[in-house]
């Protein structure tokens, strides 16, 4: 419970961090699934090589409540090619329309989907929820009622 509660506060604070930062956070709780020898930020991703291969954590961060956009998944897929990326994984924090998985599935190279439900599983085992966190959203709950 503390880790989904850790995991969805983490994406709450993702939207208010700057472009870098958050893509650069976002490579961190990939870490332990995919092993990233970063190499560079860049506005909306991090550069870096997997099994000898080049690849792009690329961020889509908009609130959960928008769809992801076949336009934001093309700037995705624009960018890889930019950095010469044989592979890309597409962190998103918002449900992608149809249009865009469909687009995601057939485009070169290869896009890995990281879902907004994995990201929040992924930032909760980093960081789950503490005592305080639980306390305060506790308080928060209280206000909206």
């Known amino acids: 419970m503390r880790r989904m509660l850790g995991g969805e506060m983490a994406l709450e604070k993702l939207l208010l961090l700057p472009p870098r930062h958050a893509a650069f956070q976002v490579a961190l709780w990939l870490a332990p699934k995919a092993p990233v020898e970063m190499q560079r930020a860049v506005e909306w991703g991090v550069v870096g090589m997997l099994n000898g291969k080049r690849i792009l954590i690329r961020l ?50 290869e896009i890995r989907l990281v879902s907004r439900e994995e990201l929040a599983r992924l930032a909760g085992a980093c960081s789950p929820a503490t005592d305080e966190d639980l306390v305060l959203l506790r308080k928060r709950k209280k206000k909206r009622h």
Request: aromatic letters at 4%; one cysteine or more.
């Open 60 to 109: 889509i961060c908009v609130h959960p409540s928008l769809e992801i956009s076949v336009q934001q998944v093309i700037e995705a897929v624009k960018e890889a090619h930019e950095h010469q990326s044989e592979r890309c994984f597409l962190c998103v924090t918002a449900p992608m329309s149809k249009a865009a998985l469909h687009y995601a599935e057939a485009s070169s190279p």
